[in-house]
């Protein structure tokens, strides 16, 4: 476990590739919040493997054990560090499930079209501390609760992907998440080769 202090919220970017070795599992007292900027890598949360790539959110709770590994090549991230009291009650509410959603990882990630939008968030972030002075600290919780906001309205949330799916393809995963959201409706192939972005021949062939 991590015992460095929390104070304030902090950002960093940092480059990555397969020669970068983590020395153990570790976990955190305060939350945090990688988004993929560039590359992709691998997330070993408790006992799920999950692999990362450009354009995606993994939020990590307090006190949850994981490991990052970079096994497919250089990988630009940005971690942000923050408590439950940054984040603040509202924008909490407009998460999936509101509080809940802060119980367990979560994995969520920014459609192509918006991604110059969140990637310019996080940098400000960044600058943010290079600044501080004296409106540091609010503007950071400012800049946080916003980016928290814009995601919550534009994010694809995979609340419910089985566990037993362990793939690097993005599609795939909405495939997944489809199904888990709709399996209580009558829904077609069509219907999911469409939510994937598939067509419904290559979705066939893909399942």
Same mark, same amino acid.
């Given at each position: 476990m991590s015992d460095t202090p929390l104070h304030g919220i902090s950002a960093q970017t940092l480059m990555r590739d397969s020669s970068f070795v983590m020395k153990e599992h570790h976990c955190h007292s305060f939350f945090e919040l990688i988004y993929i900027?560039?590359?992709s890598c691998r997330f070993l949360i408790n006992d799920a493997i999950h692999d990362m790539h450009a354009g995606d959110f993994i939020l990590i709770p307090p006190y949850v054990l994981h490991y990052t590994s970079f096994p497919f090549g250089t990988c630009r991230l940005t971690i942000l560090f923050f408590s439950r009291e940054d984040m603040g009650d509202? *924008?909490?509410?407009?998460?999936p499930g509101s509080a809940d959603f802060l119980t367990e990882?979560? *994995?969520?990630?920014v459609p192509d079209a918006h991604r110059d939008h969140i990637a310019l968030a996080i940098s400000q972030m960044v600058q943010e501390l290079r600044i501080h002075d004296d409106r540091t600290s609010e503007m950071m919780r400012l800049l946080l609760q916003a980016t928290l906001l814009q995601c919550s309205r534009i994010c694809n949330f995979l609340m419910d992907t089985?566990?037993? %799916?362990h793939t690097t393809d993005r599609q795939i995963i909405q495939a997944a998440q489809f199904i888990c959201d709709h399996y209580m409706n009558? *829904?077609?192939?069509?219907? %999911?080769a469409r939510a994937a972005g598939f067509s419904p021949n290559y979705l066939s062939r893909q399942f």
């Open positions: 900027e560039n590359g509202r *924008i909490v509410s407009y998460l990882s979560r *994995i969520f990630q089985p566990e037993q %799916i009558p *829904i077609t192939s069509a219907d %999911i």
